[in-house]
C-alpha cells in the first residue's frame, strides 16, 4: 500500500533553515503529484507547495515564496522541502500529500513538527 514518511523536523531558531523529507513507497515514484501542507494549532491545514508528475508548474504559498523550494529525488522516492529564512510563522505540523489524479485518490503522511523560536 502507499505509505508516506515525513522526516527532519525540529526546533530551529528565527533565520535558520531546515529540510523536510517524505519517502514514499507503494507507489511508481512520479506517476502522483506531491505537495506539502502545514496545520498550526487552531488553524486549518493549509497548502504550502505543490509539483506535479512532470514537476512544472511548481506551486508556493505566497507565504513561502522565495524561502521554500519542494524537489524530488527519483532515486530515493523521496520529497523533499528545504525551507530557509524560517519564521516564527511557519512552526506547523507538516505533512506530506500524494495526489493519483488517475484514480482519483489521496494519501497523507502523519507529519512531523517544526518550531520555529529563539
Known amino acids: 500500500q502507499v505509505q508516506l514518511v515525513e522526516s527532519g523536523g525540529g526546533l530551529v531558531q528565527p533565520g535558520g533553515s531546515l529540510r523536510l523529507s517524505c519517502a514514499t513507497s507503494?507507489?511508481?515514484?512520479?506517476?502522483?503529484?506531491m505537495s506539502w501542507y502545514r496545520q498550526a494549532p487552531g488553524n486549518d491545514r493549509e497548502l504550502v507547495a505543490y509539483?506535479?508528475?512532470?514537476?512544472?508548474?511548481?506551486v508556493y504559498a505566497d507565504s513561502v515564496k522565495g524561502r521554500f523550494t519542494i524537489s524530488t529525488d527519483g532515486t530515493k522516492n523521496t520529497v523533499y522541502l528545504q525551507m530557509d529564512s524560517l519564521k516564527a510563522e511557519d512552526t506547523a505540523l507538516y505533512y506530506c500529500?500524494?495526489?493519483?489524479?488517475?484514480?482519483?485518490?489521496?494519501?497523507w503522511g502523519r507529519g512531523t513538527q517544526v518550531a520555529v523560536s529563539s
Open positions: 500529500k500524494a495526489n493519483d489524479f488517475l484514480r482519483e485518490r489521496e494519501f
Open positions: 507503494g507507489f511508481t515514484f512520479g506517476t502522483f503529484a
Open positions: 509539483i506535479p508528475e512532470n514537476h512544472d508548474p511548481t
